[in-house]
């Protein structure tokens, strides 16, 4: 018997309950069709799409690896993720635990015109993800113009009234006291016990720790400066500190009721800089590899993995087995530039796909690989409705023995079981095979703004956006020890493209 799990979620507070139930309706019936047997249900209440690091979803995918279930029913793709590269890492770590992914509303065989309308489903999902943030951040880029309270939680001295800032007084005493103190030279660990003994808390309901209160003391807040969009998402979700020239960033000084004066702030800031690590260490940026997991090697199968040399002036792809393995340096396939390979594969995947010039030939491709599924499900639900109809009349053969007295034996009820059997996986077939035909058209308008917003991202030299882009493009890259490099697609042009332009390391 085939143990399932179904995996649910809404984004917002805005959303309620009946959203979850509608999705679990949804894939209980899916699994009663299926004659699945639901084992667990993993429900994320007020969780984003964009991002992995939801509670239940991550525990789905923990249970996964111990393999309790066989298969996780979703409602639609969007409620799996709406991030492409999330979407396929997950994917590729639940078929390694030999776990299937599928939905209750939407179908997706293993055809390469099956596969196509996953792939572009995932992308139009991830566009609409960030086409919405976009406009989120539009309303709340307007309300920071205004220095007013943007969500989250204000920190430990004021409080919201009516969308503004006000001081707390009673927390405003204990800020300017931490300051003061600070200033005459008490150590974090004297302030905190300071803070504990007195009963103040953080925002979070804990007692002061040197991180908590090394953020209070830097915070240009209490000085009346207003700060957004310093702490920024990437598109795998982790924060980022961005520069304070960065042209998302909003800074208003004097928009905020000071707590603390600008000359003691300044000494305090002085103070806490002396006191640094002389010797610290800068680590350099983290540099974003466009083709990481989707590079490999042609002579020994292994995937090509960012690498740096020469104390990180140079960057390249080099073979992951030979990076490892001190026996692998048999392997010939040498390692590749990272700009040459990746600017290679950028510009296939323009030429072929994002060229507006190209533009027609894919919807032509994509209306013609559409209408060919189409036919053959139409087809496919004229034979099954026929099937339906046979297996009908025999059953009726059972039903009019039996109501002419006539005593089934052990054969006659085992065949009519398996009649009853076979209707149902039929009326399951036809269900699902009719759903994916309505559901397999994808118009016109959006797959425009979809690569419209792939071209856009190439355009802006954004890396998080073109790696999640290439993701759900790029089927293979294949790098031959001759320099050579083979390119696959997985939207247009399925065969294999060979490729040159790679020049050898001198």
């Not at 079981?417 to 209707?423: G, N, P």
Request: glycine share 4%; net charge positive.
């Amino acid at each position: 018997m085939i143990k399932a799990v179904i995996s649910a979620r809404y984004s917002s507070d805005k959303q309620h309950d009946t959203s979850i139930e509608a999705q679990l309706a949804a894939c209980r019936a899916y699994a009663n069709r299926k004659g699945y047997i639901i084992t667990n249900e993993y429900i994320d209440r007020a969780e984003s799409g964009r991002f992995d690091d939801r509670p239940a979803y991550q525990q789905m995918l923990a249970d996964a690896k111990k393999q309790l279930f066989d298969v996780v029913i979703f409602h639609k793709i969007d409620r799996n993720a709406r991030n492409e590269y999330d979407y396929y890492f997950h994917k590729k770590q639940l078929q390694k635990n030999h776990v299937r992914i599928e939905y209750a509303e939407q179908n997706f065989d293993n055809t390469p015109e099956g596969q196509m309308m996953e792939n572009m489903i995932v992308g139009v999902s991830a566009y609409y993800s960030r086409n919405l943030a976009r406009e989120t951040m539009k309303v709340l880029t307007m309300k920071a113009n205004r220095a007013e309270f943007n969500g989250g939680t204000p920190p430990f001295g004021y409080s919201v009234k009516n969308k503004k800032y006000v001081i707390n007084e009673q927390e405003s005493l204990a800020v300017k006291t931490i300051f003061e103190t600070f200033l005459q030279g008490a150590g974090y660990s004297a302030i905190c016990d300071w803070l504990t003994t007195h009963g103040f808390k953080t925002r979070r309901g804990r007692y002061f720790g040197k991180n908590s209160l090394h953020d209070l003391l830097k915070n240009e807040k209490y000085i009346g400066v207003y700060v957004y969009g310093k702490v920024q998402r990437d598109i795998d979700g982790n924060r980022s500190m961005q520069s304070i020239n960065n042209d998302k960033l909003i800074r208003q000084e004097n928009a905020l009721p000071a707590i603390i004066d600008n000359e003691t702030f300044r000494r305090v800031q002085d103070i806490m800089n002396q006191r640094k690590n002389a010797g610290r260490r800068y680590h350099e940026s983290t540099t974003t590899y466009l083709l990481a997991g989707l590079a490999t090697c042609s002579y020994c199968g292994s995937k090509m993995i960012g690498t740096k040399v020469k104390n990180g002036q140079y960057f390249y792809y080099r073979c992951n087995k030979k990076e490892r393995h001190a026996d692998a340096g048999k392997c010939p396939t040498p390692m590749i530039p990272k700009d040459q390979l990746e600017n290679l594969v950028l510009a296939e995947v323009w030429e072929r796909l994002l060229n507006p010039k190209a533009f027609p030939i894919l919807i032509k491709d994509l209306n013609k690989q559409v209408n060919e599924q189409i036919n053959r499900n139409h087809s496919l639900i004229d034979k099954l409705q026929a099937e339906e109809k046979n297996l009908l009349n025999r059953l009726d053969s059972f039903y009019n023995s039996i109501e002419t007295g006539k005593k089934l034996d052990a054969y006659d009820k085992e065949r009519m079981q398996q009649t009853k059997d076979r209707i149902t996986a039929v009326r399951e077939e036809l269900v699902s095979t009719c759903i994916q035909t309505e559901n397999i058209t994808i118009p016109e308008s959006m797959i425009r703004e979809v690569i419209q917003d792939w071209s856009l991202a190439i355009k802006q030299k954004d890396p998080d956006r073109i790696r999640a882009m290439l993701q759900n493009v790029v089927n293979k890259i294949v790098v031959n020890p001759d320099y050579s490099v083979v390119i696959q697609l997985k939207i247009v042009c399925l065969e294999l493209v060979p490729r040159t332009g790679i020049e050898p390391v001198r």
